[in-house]
């Protein structure tokens, strides 16, 4: 990552494309490094950059959305995330892979997954179907080369053009997106290159992170420039429905602390009758948001764990994934001593701007020291469970 990662600001909705007039601000963090970045020492660290880190609500349709936009090719140039690393993940995508399997009770199916990732879901749907990822990082180039997943993958960004050039106009059963819509810039030109790979009556799968959730749960921590907009079952609805695709299945699920899992057939008509927004309800629950966000070293553990620092006492934080590096640059006062991550990928590398070391969890086990905040807040059960040695006390500020 280099030292000075650039931005511009959106010139027009993510989803529906509605012009900046319609777009309101709504939430606002001090500055942040980005999320995602892991440095390769301390000094490194401190000098990296923040950024400003705005949210904005389109008053069309209803999605929140941050105003800075990183480019992908800076966010993801060194994506150190492998799905198949995260147990918690593999299940979740062995339980995909059984309902997708189970809903199109087929022996041929062409289905294409953007963001495949290392092939997580690819891997475990049926031999017999022609599966084919698309996605432009290096760990899906890795994985595909090193493993007989039975997929073909083009290492792209998924997009009218790439459709185009493939010939892959009206080619697709099904289309599926897990994870990866929060990491892309213009959605609503993805969502038409949707449209134009599926066949009639195709049906597109997506996975996001529900803002439902993070407004209930106050997660300000899921808040970064990576997670470029944060999706509710509304502003999906009425984004989809402009291009003709109408919403024939959604789920709640539990993955990444409260997603959605919905399904989207193409119909023939090309603009569906538009679903508005509740704008006055999310107004008033994004108010809180900003509330709990303002207000953090108010909130209960925070406070708790501020005294026992002032006594003296040892705090470290366990899981460095963008949610610890929120949290961590944004209430430097508790002062982590270090973070474990199981990622061999992270270990021995340090969060941007408050250059705290990343560590093994065996460190746990060899220092015992007082406080452990779970910063992987979703995996708390899993976390705990692992490392029975640690005599500690366990602490989460979420969920
Ligand atoms: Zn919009």
């Given amino acids: 990552m280099g030292p000075n990662p650039s931005f511009r600001l959106i010139g027009r909705c993510r989803g529906c494309h509605a012009g900046m007039d319609l777009l309101v601000p709504c939430f606002e963090m001090d500055p942040m490094p980005l999320a995602g970045q892991f440095c390769s020492t301390a000094e490194e660290a401190i000098e990296a950059e923040r950024l400003p880190l705005s949210w904005m609500l389109c008053q069309s349709c209803g999605l929140v959305q941050v105003t800075q936009d990183v480019d992908e090719a800076i966010l993801f140039r060194r994506y150190n995330y492998a799905s198949s690393t995260v147990s918690g993940l593999v299940d979740h995508f062995k339980a995909y892979a059984g309902l997708l399997t189970r809903n199109y009770d087929q022996s041929h199916l062409r289905f294409l997954e953007i963001g495949c990732n290392d092939g997580v879901l ?34 792209d960004l998924f997009d009218v053009q790439l459709v185009e050039s493939m010939r892959w106009q009206g080619q697709w059963d099904v289309i599926s997106g897990s994870n990866c819509l929060a990491h892309i810039s213009d959605l609503h030109q993805v969502f038409t290159a949707v449209r134009l790979a599926l066949k009639e009556g195709g049906e597109f799968w997506v996975e996001v992170h529900d803002l439902e959730a993070l407004l209930c749960g106050s997660q300000w921590d899921t808040i970064y420039h990576e997670h470029k907009a944060e999706w509710s079952l509304d502003s999906l609805t009425h984004c989809l429905g402009l291009l003709g695709f109408e919403c024939v299945f959604h789920e709640s699920i539990p993955m990444h602390g409260g997603a959605l899992r919905c399904c989207f057939r193409k119909t023939s008509q090309p603009r569906l009758s538009r679903t508005e927004p509740d704008l006055q309800t999310l107004q008033a629950k994004l108010k809180s948001l900003a509330e709990a966000y303002r207000a953090r070293y108010e909130h209960p553990v925070v406070c708790d764990l501020m005294k026992r620092r002032a006594a003296g006492q040892s705090l470290v934080a366990y899981g460095a994934a963008g949610r610890a590096n929120v949290f ?56 705990r469970l692992k490392n029975p040695g640690y005599l500690g006390q366990w602490w989460t500020a979420f969920g």
């Fill in 328 to 383: 961590l640059n944004q209430t430097p006062e508790l002062a982590f001593d270090w973070i474990v991550d199981e990622s061999m990928l992270r270990q021995g590398r340090y969060l941007p701007h408050i250059a705290t070391p990343i560590v093994a969890k065996d460190r746990l086990n060899l220092d015992q020291p007082d406080h452990c905040l779970i910063t992987a807040w979703n995996y708390a059960r899993d976390i």
């Fill in 122 to 155: 690819l891997r475990r749907l049926p031999a017999t179907w022609l599966r084919q990822g698309v996605d432009p990082s290096d760990v899906a180039c890795r994985s595909h080369q090193a493993s007989q997943g039975g997929y073909e993958l083009v290492s």
